[in-house]
């Protein structure tokens, strides 16, 4: 309780799961919005009626999984379907009951996203640098496609996990910069 009133307090900082969380429905929507909500593999709608004389819903499912720690592939559209629940889960080649159909379907379809899944799987981003987590939510939001050498670029200029050693170079290098700064005089931001 006293440390949610702290947070409030400070700086209206998000917590990291719940902007994690909003990515993923972000990327649902991007996913979903690119077909209309209409199943990629059998082409059923939103709102068709099933067999049980039920609304179909379509869900958006990763090609590649999302459990996997860090990877960059878990908030890119280019690895997500838009299916209904048969084709998703329950037909006997669901994405989800037989592990090929991804791979055919995607060889298929989408060469060029079964291309961009082979290549990027492995590929891991820092998850916890907000600066990343920014710049993938104005992807989604934008319904576009990741640039994944663009947060390469954010990790490495705003390094997370900084050791000791790496912060005291660091202080090393301002104090260098605060004794260097008089004779430099164009760039003084404090106005006395
Ligand atoms: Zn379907």
Request: charged letters at 30%; aromatic letters at 8%.
């Amino acid at each position: 309780m006293v440390k949610k009133s702290k947070i409030k307090k400070s700086k209206k900082l998000r917590r990291l799961p719940t902007i994690r969380n909003k990515l993923f429905k972000l990327w649902s929507e991007a996913v979903l919005s690119r077909t209309d909500w209409t199943c990629e593999y059998c082409g059923a709608k939103k709102g068709d009626i099933n067999k049980n004389q039920k609304k179909i819903k379509i869900d958006a499912h990763h090609l590649f999984s999302r459990n996997v720690k860090d990877a960059v592939l878990k908030f890119d559209i280019r690895n997500g379907i838009a299916v209904c629940p048969i084709c998703h889960k329950f037909g006997s080649n669901s994405f989800h009951r037989n592990p090929i159909t991804t791979i055919i379907w995607l060889q298929k379809n989408h060469f060029d996203r079964l291309d961009f899944v082979l290549n990027n799987w492995t590929t891991t981003i820092d998850l916890n640098n907000r600066k990343i987590l920014e710049e993938i939510e104005n992807k989604l939001k934008a319904k576009e496609c990741l640039d994944i050498q663009k947060l390469q670029e954010i990790q490495k200029l705003y390094p997370l996990k900084k050791k000791k050693n790496k912060i005291e170079g660091n202080l090393f290098e301002s104090l260098m910069e605060e004794i260097n700064q008089p004779s430099s005089s164009s760039d003084s931001s404090e106005d006395i």
